[in-house]
């Protein structure tokens, strides 16, 4: 009898490891699905914020006026498929300092869930004089 009760409990047990093994499939699916989905606006905002620490020390040493400096951040923008304005970029630059900022929001849906990404890019270089 006792040679019986075994083989019924591994079959039970085959099952709850199947059922463990599919749940965690699925947390791992949606996991990088959301992680698809969220980390390239982090990248965008990093390589932005990049460049506009790029751009205000070499506009500083150039002397570039705002609108050079709002085209080129707008260049990057644009390639990046950053939703936001050339307006939006905020540029204050005269001979002791080059600040850039931006502010803009990135929708994103995962799944049923809804989430509004707010980004706040800036940079500021100061003269040495």
Do not use: C
Not at 37 to 45: I, L, S
Not at 101 to 106: E, G, N, Q
């Amino acid at each position: 009898m006792h040679a019986r009760r075994k083989p019924q409990q591994r079959r039970f047990e085959r099952g709850e490891g199947r059922l463990k093994g599919m749940l965690i499939v699925v947390v791992l699916v949606l996991g990088i699905y959301t992680a698809w989905k969220m980390v390239p606006p982090y990248v965008n905002d990093y390589q932005l914020a990049d460049k506009m620490q790029e751009q205000s020390r070499y506009a500083m040493v150039n002397h570039f006026t705002e609108e050079q400096i709002r085209d080129n951040i707008f260049k990057v923008v644009q390639d990046l498929d950053i939703p936001a304005k050339r307006e939006d970029i905020k540029i204050v630059a005269n001979g002791n300092v080059v600040r850039i900022s931006l502010d803009y929001t990135i929708p994103v849906d995962v799944l049923v869930y809804h989430a509004d990404l707010h980004f706040s890019p800036n940079s500021e270089t100061k003269s040495l004089l």
